[in-house]
């Protein structure tokens, strides 16, 4: 029979805290928004689910099933309103530059509009232990503020979520079919072959600890 004191040994680090985290998130450079501002003012973020989808095949009365296309859901964040508004207006105009309200037009070149985004999960002592990076990622709503005579002690906040193409993780290690190669730095187990494709398209990658897709 196991005791407490097995299970504090195995409960490494004291477990990984909610609180502890930290999103980054370099703005295109026409939203004027500030990145160091942002780390700040997000309050609340998620840790990526991970849905594998399936194929199910007849055979004989029963269903032999085999790995089918993997998903990818909407990431949302938490965002606190100070009064400058200056992170508002730059997720607003983050949204601009794809479908402009009056033009109905938008820009074609993804560099414009799509970043890597991260979230970090860090431990009690103030170090990442788990990064999750979201490639090509974009805006595609900004939630309501809802503002009221009778609201006297809050401050504002708003959601924005965003769309993207897939996440990997410095655990990731598989991509395709193949083991991956594997690249220096805390994204350890990302293969050289993706690790050139993400900054191919979108430019250099801080992955943080002095390491970086480039």
């Given at each position: 029979m196991h005791s407490l004191n097995d299970f504090k040994a195995r409960l490494v680090g004291g477990g990984a805290r909610a609180n502890l985290f930290r999103v980054e998130c370099p703005f295109p450079s026409r939203t004027g928004g500030n990145q160091e501002q942002a780390t700040f003012m997000i309050k609340s973020a998620g840790l990526p689910a991970s849905t594998q989808g399936k194929i199910e095949i007849p055979f004989r009365g029963r269903k032999f099933k085999i790995p089918g296309d993997r998903t990818f859901d909407v990431w949302t964040i938490k965002v606190i309103n100070d009064s400058t508004f200056d992170l508002r207006n730059a997720f607003e105009n983050w949204i601009d530059i794809t479908n402009p309200s009056p033009s109905n037009t938008g820009d074609v070149n993804f560099n414009n509009y799509m970043c890597q985004l991260?979230?970090?999960?860090?431990?009690?002592?103030?170090?990442?232990?788990?990064?999750?990076?979201?490639?090509?990622?974009?805006?595609?709503?900004?939630?309501?503020?809802?503002?009221?005579?009778?609201t006297n002690d809050a401050v504002e906040e708003f959601e924005v979520t965003f769309e993207y193409q897939y996440w990997i993780s410095n655990s990731s290690k598989f991509t395709g079919n193949k083991r991956a190669a594997g690249v220096p730095g805390i994204i350890t187990g990302l293969s050289a072959d993706l690790a050139v494709n993400v900054s191919g398209r979108i430019g250099n990658v801080n992955l943080g600890a002095g390491a970086s897709i480039a």
């Open positions: 991260q979230v970090i999960q860090m431990d009690k002592a103030g170090n990442d232990i788990k990064r999750y990076l979201f490639v090509d990622a974009f805006p595609t709503s900004i939630g309501a503020i809802e503002v009221a005579y009778e």
